[in-house]
């Protein structure tokens, strides 16, 4: 018999189409699980669902180790496809927070991407195959410090910070930050 059979059994003994693909998804029969009506008490205990808890606050060991990974792949990808991950932004913003110490907001906040005691960060990534050595950022943005990561054809990082301060006031939408040695 083959782990795949109890959905023919199932089918056999009356169960709905639904109830099949739903064992079907989980790779094993529920219904042999014990009483049915018991499931509640599985659906009813959130203890150990991430949804509701506090996100993970990793090491700076374990940031680096993640960051040399998701390089490594994304040069292997470049290697084999001869195109670019569109991972870069996030590769930044990873070497960001494993460099700097910068605590990373919730995913798609508003106006920074994370905080550096009590400074609001913004950081913008210029990828290998940027043709420019400048970044855009947007003037309205909740800021004082502007991490700009630059990665090299390489894949090697550099960074500086910049203090909002330093652009001075202006009328424009966006803000225009150079990449200079």
Same mark, same amino acid.
């Given at each position: 018999?083959?782990?795949?059979?109890?959905?023919?059994?199932?089918?056999?003994? #009356? @169960? %709905?189409?639904?109830?099949?693909?739903?064992? +079907?998804?989980?790779? @094993?029969?529920?219904?042999?699980?014990?009483?049915?009506?018991?499931?509640?008490?599985?659906?009813?205990?959130?203890? *150990?669902?991430? =949804?509701?808890?506090?996100?993970?606050?990793?090491?700076?060991?374990?940031?680096?180790?993640?960051?040399?990974?998701?390089?490594?792949?994304?040069?292997?990808?470049?290697?084999?496809? /001869?195109?670019?991950?569109?991972?870069?932004?996030?590769?930044?913003?990873?070497? /960001?927070? +494993?460099? @700097? *110490?910068?605590?990373?907001?919730?995913?798609?906040?508003? /106006? %920074?991407?994370?905080?550096?005691?009590?400074?609001?960060?913004?950081? !913008?990534? $210029? %990828?290998?195959?940027?043709? #420019?050595?400048?970044?855009?950022? &947007?003037? +309205? #943005?909740?800021? %004082? !410090?502007?991490? $700009?990561?630059? $990665? =090299?054809?390489?894949?090697?990082?550099? +960074?500086?910070?910049?203090?909002? &301060?330093?652009?001075?006031? *202006?009328?424009?939408?966006?803000? &225009?930050?150079?990449?200079?040695?």
């Amino acid at each position: 018999m083959s782990d795949w059979d109890f959905l023919h059994d199932m089918h056999n003994e #009356g @169960y %709905s189409p639904e109830q099949i693909a739903d064992a +079907a998804a989980c790779g @094993y029969n529920p219904w042999e699980q014990g009483d049915w009506d018991n499931i509640e008490e599985f659906i009813d205990d959130e203890a *150990g669902w991430d =949804s509701d808890s506090e996100p993970k606050n990793p090491t700076t060991l374990e940031l680096w180790e993640l960051l040399d990974e998701l390089v490594e792949t994304a040069r292997n990808y470049f290697e084999v496809t /001869g195109r670019h991950l569109p991972i870069y932004g996030e590769l930044g913003e990873l070497y /960001g927070e +494993a460099k @700097y *110490g910068i605590k990373r907001h919730k995913p798609y906040t508003r /106006g %920074s991407d994370g905080k550096l005691g009590n400074d609001f960060v913004e950081i !913008k990534t $210029i %990828s290998p195959f940027k043709t #420019g050595n400048a970044v855009l950022v &947007k003037r +309205a #943005g909740n800021f %004082s !410090k502007l991490l $700009i990561v630059k $990665i =090299s054809k390489d894949f090697e990082f550099k +960074a500086k910070m910049l203090d909002r &301060k330093s652009f001075g006031k *202006g009328t424009g939408k966006h803000i &225009k930050a150079k990449w200079s040695e």
